[in-house]
């Protein structure tokens, strides 16, 4: 299928360095995890973009604004908009989860097949995922009972990118780590 008859998505895409806005364009009935994980491709275009400087917090005036730009794909972290990942029916459950970078965290359900808990899950994963639901919270100061600074029905990690994750459930017990969500 023609590239110019895909779909086209708005996008926030998020490097250590810096956030991109743009749209993203993916093929019919592809979710934007299924895209990224295609080997033979290094890299994610967008079009229509604004960069801005300072990571995942749109920090300033854009310093580029340009009709295309590709951004590699070892560089992403996370990405809003396209299309989540829809595993069959009664397969899954899903997991809470908190996905830290160096300097935020976001919490939120990643889907696993319901013989495998989280540990197991990610050993087998491919590099990006699915997380719904999610929260964005800084760091430091995650924990502390904060509201997030942005929400999203549904991001694309790049596990390649994180620097752990803390299966919730687990932490429960717990007393920083409850309420979060």
Do not use: C
Not at 35 to 55: H, Q, S
Not at 143 to 149: F, L, N, S
Not at 156 to 169: A, F, K, Q, S
Request: glycine residues 10%; charged residues 20%.
């Amino acid at each position: 299928m023609p590239y110019a008859s895909w779909s086209v998505f708005d996008a926030v895409v998020v490097t250590r360095t810096h956030r991109v806005e743009g749209r993203m364009r993916l093929p019919p009935e592809t979710a934007t995890a299924a895209y990224l994980n295609l080997t033979g491709k290094a890299f994610l275009p967008l079009e229509e973009v604004r960069v801005y400087p300072g990571g995942y917090r749109r920090a300033g005036e854009a310093i580029l604004e340009a009709g295309f730009l590709a951004v590699a794909k070892r560089q992403l972290l996370w990405i809003a908009g396209g299309r989540p990942m829809q595993p069959p029916a009664g397969v899954v459950v899903r997991r809470r989860a908190a996905v830290f970078f160096a300097d935020h965290v976001l919490v939120g359900e990643v889907e696993t097949l319901k013989s495998l808990d989280l540990p197991a899950f990610l050993s087998r994963s491919a590099p990006f995922v699915t997380l719904f639901s999610a929260g964005l919270y800084p760091l430091p100061g995650f924990g502390d009972g904060r509201v997030p600074e942005e929400r999203f029905d549904f991001l694309t990690v790049h596990l390649g990118g994180i620097e752990g994750v803390l299966e919730l459930e687990r932490a429960e017990a717990h007393t920083r780590w409850g309420g979060l969500y």
